[in-house]
């Protein structure tokens, strides 16, 4: 039995990539913050009743702690890692101007608590393992008004690639997938206050829309398959040609 874990899967790219490695067979565990949220999934999708769910804010040492500590005792391993937790953004806005623990917010949970599931992944895993870290486009370019976030997004960018070097002397492979503008829950919240955006925003990107997360998965797909088994420490970008401009 093959075991993926995701953090971050009650919705989302989270939530697709859940339910595309349960159709790969794999035995499926993910974790979130909001356990009714979860339970809302299954209902609608029975499917989902096959996964390994634990309610776990990543970014605290000692529920990350005892994830890793049950997931050992329980499976002893693990075959796949897509570190994907991401929660809502508090740091937007100037950065001299953000608050102090907005910006100490963004850093726990956009970055360090990826770090931790990184360092705690790479001990349960061995030979053939596999580990992508979903990082994002604003990791590649500057991105005003969100400086906390793009700073730990590049930090992921840097995490990456220094760790995979370490990592493929046993034989696991590191890699990331950078997003562009995909179309989530989060995008319905701020559609809620601007109704435009979906439009506005798809006029930016070269192939003129929003990419859906299953574009997103089918990205993380191939750099866990023996497809992309020559590929190390390396971001595969799906921004739908964005970053170009």
Known sequence: MKVALITG??????LEAVKRFIELGFHVVTCSRDSQLWISQVANEPLLSTVDYYEVDV???????RLFSTLTEKYGKL???????????????????VDTSA????????????AMCLKHELC????????????SINGLRATPNA??????KHAIEGLTRSVALEAIEKGVRVNAVAPGATWTPRWDERALD??????DVAKLIPLKRFAEP???????????????????GHTLVVDGGITLK
């Open 59 to 65: 970014s605290q040492e000692s529920q990350l702690q």
């Open 147 to 152: 400086s906390m976030y793009s700073a730990c």
């Open 79 to 97: 075959d796949v890692a897509v570190n994907n937790a991401s929660p809502k953004t508090e740091s937007n806005g100037n950065f001299e101007s």
């Open 103 to 114: 910006l100490h917010h963004t850093l726990m949970q956009d970055f360090w608590s990826h």
């Open 9 to 14: 899967g009650s919705k989302g790219i989270g």
């Open 214 to 232: 299953k574009e997103i998965v089918d990205a993380i797909e191939f750099l866990i398959s023996d497809k992309a088994s020559y590929i190390v």
């Open 124 to 135: 349960l895993m061995e030979k053939g393992g596999t580990i992508v870290n979903i990082s």
């Open 194 to 199: 601007k109704p435009n955006i979906h439009n």
